[in-house]
């Protein structure tokens, strides 16, 4: 997979590459796929136990995310794929907030789903994401030549 170039952000991205083995986000030519982005603060790593919070602090993680593997962050967004422990109005009412606030011009595909756990204890949303960056595409490129 050397032709791939992966994105592990500083702080948190890059602890869970060196504890769990895994890469944050990768760029498949016009496309940033994300890892899903928990509700955790990007650099301690420590989850807030307020739903809302946690939510809004994923979404920030996801921009983070995009924006180190060189995209613009949420306007590139097309798909959304969330997980919640638990799935409740009170977490739906979160995501349809930050989907307005991060993608106020455009609405992504988005599919949502009830899990019984996640992959840390403190977690109670996953975010994961495809982007579309062409320019961003032509920059990686100009840099392989």
């Known amino acids: 997979?050397?032709?791939l170039?992966?994105?592990a952000y500083a702080g948190k991205g890059e602890a869970n590459l060196k504890v769990f083995g895994y890469q944050q986000a990768v760029r498949v030519g016009d496309r940033i796929e994300c890892s899903g982005q928990g509700g955790?603060?990007?650099?301690t790593g420590v989850f807030n136990?307020?739903?809302n919070a946690q939510i809004d602090q994923a979404f920030?993680?996801?921009?983070?995310?995009?924006?180190?593997a060189g995209g613009k962050g949420w306007p590139q967004v097309f798909r959304v794929n969330s997980y919640h422990v638990p799935i409740n109005d009170e977490a739906l009412v979160a995501m349809v907030r930050n989907f307005k606030k991060w993608m106020p011009d455009h609405q992504p595909i988005w599919?949502?789903?009830?899990v019984p756990r996640l992959g840390e204890?403190?977690?109670r949303v996953e975010i994961e994401v495809s982007a579309h960056d062409p320019e961003g595409a032509k920059v990686e490129a100009a840099k392989s030549a």
């Open 60 to 68: 920030e993680n996801v921009d983070r995310n995009l924006k180190d």
């Open 1 to 3: 997979m050397s032709h």
């Open 5 to 7: 170039k992966f994105y």
């Open 40 to 43: 955790w603060h990007h650099e």
């Open 49 to 51: 136990t307020d739903i």
């Open 121 to 123: 204890d403190d977690m």
């Open 111 to 114: 599919t949502c789903v009830g």
